[in-house]
């Protein structure tokens, strides 16, 4: 079971007064890293958002953003006046007042308007803890969201390494037959070769043959095709399984990779080479979709 690296997901919560949505976003990454965007006033709830994260996401760069309508904003405070101030702003407005014009000392309310000093304002612990349930509920559904999309991409890129590694099989079938029925062959057109070659020598023909025979098993890509069986068989495990598996394909991949150009650099069958070439396209088609799994 694979999930994609790239995905989307996006929950709100509403209540009569307001609405807060939360978006999920992610994106390729070697680890998992994660960003929170949240209005500062609700800061002390990034820690318990990254701390939901990695229930449902183990690798990719993830973006988090919290929006909240103003009007669930606005119940955080509560407003009260400070009448100690504004007993000594009204005094004094009326001192400056009356000496500046005696017959007309008003206090009128506007000039109390730009003193922030006059209000008092709490932060309502209660509401506070309200919206921050709320927050969090948001995220959980959006990170949920996120996790679908993320299988659904997933499932499309297991399909299309699921072939790739099928044609992997059949080439490598092929390359094996060709490599048994050619070993015989090679074992004779070398002995015949360095037989002319010290034709003039007395050698021993046994010691000839031991040392043609050594030659070509130089030359055996037996061992690499055997271990090639062997990685493929653990792509087809690691397709099956529920673990996040991007790193352990990518590293098996390369191991691949490795086997390949090792017969490739054996072999001097035409018919070999050119399977080599197609595996090490197959090998590479499959490897760009792994950059993108979980």
């Known amino acids: 079971m694979l999930y994609s690296m790239t995905g989307y997901g996006r929950a709100s919560v509403s209540q009569d007064d307001g609405t807060i949505t939360v978006e999920a976003k992610s994106v390729n990454s070697r680890f998992l890293d994660i960003s929170?965007?949240?209005?500062?006033?609700?800061?002390?709830?990034?820690?318990?958002?990254?701390?939901?994260v990695p229930k449902y996401i183990s690798r990719g760069k993830v973006s988090i953003s919290v929006e909240i309508t103003d009007s669930i904003k606005s119940r955080l405070w509560e407003i009260s006046l400070n009448e100690v101030m504004v007993d000594k702003y009204a005094r004094i407005i009326e001192e400056?007042?009356?000496?500046?014009?005696?017959?007309r000392t008003v206090v009128s309310l506007d000039r109390f308007l730009f003193m922030d000093?006059?209000?008092?304002?709490?932060?309502?612990e209660?509401?506070?803890q309200s919206v921050g349930r709320m927050?969090?509920?948001?995220?959980?559904?959006?990170?949920?969201?996120?996790?679908?999309?993320?299988?659904?991409?997933?499932?499309?890129?297991?399909?299309?390494?699921?072939?790739?590694?099928?044609?992997?099989?059949?080439?490598?079938?092929?390359?094996?037959?060709?490599?048994?029925?050619?070993q015989p062959q090679r074992f004779r057109t070398l002995r015949e070769e360095v037989k002319k070659l010290v034709e003039d020598l007395?050698?021993?023909?046994?010691?000839?043959?031991?040392?043609?025979?050594?030659?070509?098993?130089?030359?055996?890509?037996?061992?690499?095709?055997?271990?090639?069986?062997?990685?493929?068989?653990?792509i087809e495990e690691g397709l099956k399984?529920?673990?996040?598996?991007?790193?352990?394909?990518?590293?098996?991949?390369?191991?691949?990779?490795?086997?390949?150009?090792?017969?490739?650099?054996?072999?001097?069958?035409?018919?070999?080479?050119?399977?080599?070439?197609?595996?090490?396209?197959?090998?590479?088609?499959?490897?760009?979709?792994?950059?993108?799994?979980?």
């Open 117 to 124: 000093d006059i209000f008092i304002r709490k932060l309502d």
């Open 202 to 234: 007395e050698i021993d023909p046994l010691r000839l043959s031991q040392e043609v025979a050594l030659l070509v098993s130089k030359a055996d890509c037996t061992e690499e095709i055997v271990r090639l069986e062997s990685h493929i068989r653990r």
């Open 96 to 103: 400056i007042d009356s000496r500046i014009m005696p017959e």
């Open 135 to 182: 927050i969090l509920s948001a995220t959980e559904s959006a990170l949920k969201e996120l996790k679908k999309s993320r299988r659904a991409e997933g499932k499309t890129l297991q399909k299309d390494i699921q072939k790739r590694v099928s044609n992997l099989k059949n080439l490598l079938r092929r390359l094996k037959r060709l490599h048994e029925s050619t």
């Open 241 to 294: 399984s529920r673990k996040p598996v991007g790193s352990l394909l990518n590293f098996v991949l390369q191991e691949c990779f490795r086997e390949i150009n090792t017969i490739g650099s054996k072999t001097d069958v035409a018919e070999i080479s050119n399977i080599v070439i197609d595996l090490k396209e197959e090998i590479e088609r499959i490897k760009e979709q792994v950059q993108n799994i979980e």
């Open 36 to 52: 929170v965007r949240i209005p500062q006033i609700f800061s002390q709830y990034e820690y318990e958002i990254r701390k939901l």
């Open 126 to 128: 209660s509401v506070m």
